[in-house]
C-alpha cells in the first residue's frame, strides 16, 4: 500500500514561532504537495515540488515555505506563525508521469491550532 | 485558470435513498476528473477518476460521467449507506506537474 505519512496529527504553537511540518512516501513518487484545507474553501495549494530541491509556488504561498532535500520527505515551514495559519495541512503525492494523469495519495492531516 | 464548483452541504439523507452532488468544472486543455471522498478523521482518498469525455468513472456503488458539453461530473449512488457519510470533494487535473485543483467538498450524512 502507498503510505503518505505526516509526523503529526495535532499540533499547537504560540504566535511568532517557527513551526516544521514534515511529510514523508514510500512510493518512490517525484511529486509532493501541500494543501491546507477550510471549511467553505476546500482544498488550497500551498506549495508543490516536481524533483528533489525543486519547488514551485502554489495558490496560497505567502507566509510558508517548503524544503525537499530527499525525494520521499517533502517539509512545510511557517517562519512566523500566525492566528491565520490555524488550519488542517495535507500532503500528497504522485508519480510524475507526464504521458498521463495519476492519482495523489494523502497523509491523515496535521490539524494546527496557533494560539 | 481551472475551476471546480460543487453544490453546497451538508446534505443528509435517509439510508437507501438516492444520492446525487452536482459538480461543474471549467479547465484549460482536456483535464481529468476524480471525486475524493474524505471520511471523517482521515485524509482524501480517491473514489472513481474518468480521464477522458464520454468516460464512467465507478467504485463502491459510486458513478459520474464526464460530461464534455456540459463541462460536468456529477456524483450518483443509487442507495446509500450509514457508512457513505463524509465529505466528497470533486477535482480536476490537467496533467503537467500532476497540480489537482478541488472543489469545496461536500458533506454527506446519511441517517437510518
Known amino acids: 500500500d502507498v503510505k503518505v505519512t505526516q509526523s503529526s496529527r495535532y499540533l499547537v504553537k504560540r504566535t511568532g514561532e517557527k513551526v516544521f511540518l514534515e511529510c514523508v512516501q514510500d512510493?518512490?513518487?517525484?511529486?509532493m504537495f501541500w494543501y491546507r484545507q477550510d471549511p467553505g474553501l476546500g482544498l488550497r495549494l500551498i506549495y508543490f515540488?516536481?524533483?528533489?530541491?525543486?519547488?514551485e509556488k502554489g495558490d496560497i504561498p505567502e507566509g510558508y515555505s517548503v524544503s525537499r532535500e530527499k525525494k520521499e520527505r517533502f517539509s512545510l515551514i511557517l517562519e512566523s506563525a500566525s492566528t491565520n495559519q490555524t488550519s488542517m495541512y495535507l500532503c500528497?503525492?504522485?508519480?510524475?508521469?507526464?504521458?498521463?494523469?495519476?492519482?495523489?495519495?494523502f497523509g491523515q492531516g496535521t490539524r494546527l491550532t496557533v494560539v | 485558470g481551472n475551476s471546480v464548483t460543487q453544490m453546497e452541504g451538508p446534505v443528509t439523507l435517509s439510508e437507501e435513498a438516492f444520492l446525487t452532488i452536482n459538480c461543474t468544472y471549467t479547465?484549460?486543455?482536456?483535464?481529468?476528473l476524480f471525486w475524493y471522498v474524505q471520511y471523517p478523521g482521515e485524509g482524501l482518498q480517491l473514489l472513481l477518476k474518468?480521464?477522458?469525455?464520454?468516460d464512467k468513472g465507478s467504485n463502491k456503488g459510486f458513478e459520474a460521467t464526464y460530461r464534455k458539453e456540459t463541462t460536468s461530473f456529477h456524483l450518483e449512488k443509487g442507495s446509500v449507506q450509514v457508512s457513505d457519510s463524509a465529505v466528497y470533494f470533486c477535482?480536476?487535473?490537467?496533467?503537467?506537474?500532476?497540480?489537482?485543483?478541488f472543489g469545496t467538498g461536500t458533506k454527506l450524512q446519511v441517517i437510518p
Open positions: 500528497a503525492s504522485s508519480s510524475g508521469d507526464r504521458g498521463r494523469v495519476t492519482e495523489a495519495f
Open positions: 512510493m518512490d513518487h517525484e511529486n
Open positions: 515540488s516536481y524533483d528533489v530541491k525543486m519547488k
Open positions: 479547465a484549460t486543455g482536456y483535464p481529468s
Open positions: 474518468a480521464t477522458k469525455a464520454d
Open positions: 477535482a480536476l487535473n490537467s496533467g503537467g506537474y500532476q497540480k489537482v485543483t
